[in-house]
């Protein structure tokens, strides 16, 4: 009986630890944010804003796709991107990733799962723990935060209309409208060797998907890029806030591919230029 009791509570307290562990750990920057399907590719989607007391000034989408997929890269697929878009808002389709135990025990034939006794009689408790046989995985489950709900609202009230075309086409215009409230981006990195390569940055308007053609990235292989990205155009003007926020995405969505970058920056006689050389964590 003692036996019985001793290793329930250590099967208790190998649960526990491992529930602890589970919590307290650090998502990988590949793994945060909200994401939807469109066209059967993940998007990943940032709402920015300056703090959680201001509104939503930017949307930032950001897709990896195999170089060679055309449709992806298209034009088209962002149009239609933007009203999957909408319709996740309308009908709650994001989600985000949890680690959730993996016990790779499941697919691996001949081994002995966690918490299960061995022929010898002793409790396997996965104190090799999960280093050594799996740990723990990313998984998607249904998210919608409140404040989707509240932007979904307020573009409905812009627009006057529920229709999910109507308030795609709204965010579109207002985009490219200098003084709009929204800056709608997509970024876009494909695949090498288990590297993502950023290559893309376009601002969303009706119709098209305006690359940014002052913003250069190059492969410099062995896992290295090179970025130079203009946060003034030298005129001292109001121009220089959206060079510094846009800066400030780029620095988030490489952030988010797992760069580590090294900043410089240069005056070219026509503004301040950002150079990074940047490398994968």
């Not at 965010?171 to 390569?197: H, P, V």
């Not at 620095?251 to 490398?279: F, K, N, S, W």
């Amino acid at each position: 009986m003692k036996s019985t009791f001793f290793r329930s509570g250590l099967a208790l307290l190998t649960l526990l630890s491992s529930l602890s562990a589970l919590a307290s750990m650090p998502m990988d920057p590949e793994f945060r944010g909200l994401y939807f399907e469109s066209q059967g590719i993940e998007v990943k989607v940032d709402l920015k804003r300056d703090n959680i007391y201001s509104p939503f000034e930017r949307i930032i989408f950001s897709t990896v796709c195999d170089r060679n997929h055309t449709r992806c890269h298209s034009n088209a697929f962002s149009m239609q991107m933007m009203d999957d878009f909408v319709a996740a808002l309308k009908y709650k389709k994001f989600y985000k990733y949890v680690y959730v135990p993996f016990d790779p025990c499941d697919v691996t034939p001949g081994c002995i799962p966690m918490g299960i006794e061995s022929s010898e009689g002793g409790l396997k408790t996965g104190n090799d723990d999960i280093q050594r046989r799996g740990g723990y995985r990313p998984e998607p489950q249904s998210s919608h935060p409140s404040y989707l709900q509240t932007f979904l609202h307020s573009m409905a009230q812009a627009t006057g209309s529920q229709s999910i075309g109507a308030m795609a086409d709204f965010l579109k215009a207002d985009s490219a409208d200098e003084n709009g409230k929204f800056k709608t981006y997509r970024f876009s990195s494909y695949n090498k060797r288990g590297q993502k390569i950023p290559f893309s940055i376009c601002k969303i308007v009706p119709g098209d998907c305006e690359e940014q053609i002052d913003v250069t990235i190059r492969d410099l292989n062995r896992g290295k890029i090179a970025v130079s990205v203009p946060v003034s155009d030298g005129s001292g003007g109001g121009d220089s806030e959206k060079y510094w926020q846009r800066e400030k995405d780029i620095r988030d969505y490489l952030h988010h591919l797992e760069y580590e970058c090294i900043p410089a920056y240069t005056d070219t006689g026509g503004g301040r230029v950002l150079q990074m050389v940047c490398v994968m964590k």
